[in-house]
């Protein structure tokens, strides 16, 4: 197909599937059955899957402020292409907490019109970073405990949760390589990078016992088949986390002990956030709830 400059090429709309505002997409969950599995608990599954899509969400934002920040240009259009992927996540999940509350709300107003009191991410995805050593520190943690529980939630007698598991864990997956090979790359650096890089690992700890955690939402959807019980993740989780730092010349024991307790206090699942998130959904919400009712 010919055109006289490159205008008329991003104008032309015969052909809508090339591009990302196209209605060529095909829907992922095509054919999945949609109804609640039997004995589960509406509220329940809905909170279940705004945990898991506030974690996509709120992280794929801090991605995108990384933009025009990363050390490379590939390295831009690699934290591009996870926010994006964290985002797409983080719809299907939203539109699944939707249908299964059956309040009429859609992904839009779940991610647009909730306080930071109704947000139920884990605090590791809102925190900020101090550089880009903190920034894939933290995606690789989170992506090595995700990923665990993507591949676990495969299984889920909720045949919808499990497809949209199933196609996570194909992102997932370079997700946490592409993340743990800067961590290998810095911390087996300079002394510089080394440094930053042990400082980020450290910085983590804090949040990272609140991944293990569970929820009594988390408990009884796991009983019913439906949900990952978040404790069972932790050996994998250790095993994996090890062999990175091991890998990146960071002694894991230097690091100071994730914990977790069932005495834990409440945390971003209860909706107990950080000043970060306000800050967060003030940048994000603003023009939603500038022109209410507004589409693009």
Known sequence: MAFDDAYDALTDHEDDARWAYGTGFSDPLAGVPGDLPDGVDREDLAAYCLMLGDDALILSHRLQQWITR?????????????????LGQARLLLTRAGAAEGRGRDEDALAMRREVAEFRNVRLAERGDDDFAHLVARLCAFSVWRLELLQQ???????????????????????RDYA?????????????????????????????????????????????????????????????????LTTATLDPAAAPAVTSSTGAPAGGRDGVHGPELGEILDEMQGLARSVPGGAW
């Open 70 to 86: 990363a050390p490379e240009l590939e390295d831009e259009l690699a934290l591009a292409n996870i926010g994006l992927d964290l």
């Open 180 to 244: 743990a090979q800067w961590v290998v790359r810095l911390g087996d650096g300079t002394g510089v990078s080394r440094q930053r890089m042990a400082a980020a690992v450290d910085a983590l700890t804090p949040v990272l016992g609140e991944l293990f955690q569970p929820h009594p939402v988390e408990t009884r959807l796991a009983a019913e088949g439906v949900a990952v019980d978040p404790a069972g993740l932790r050996a994998t989780f250790d095993d994996i986390w090890a062999y990175v």
């Open 153 to 175: 939630l495969t299984g889920s007698r909720d045949p919808m949760l499990a497809a949209i598991a199933a196609k996570g864990v194909k992102e997932v997956t370079y997700h």
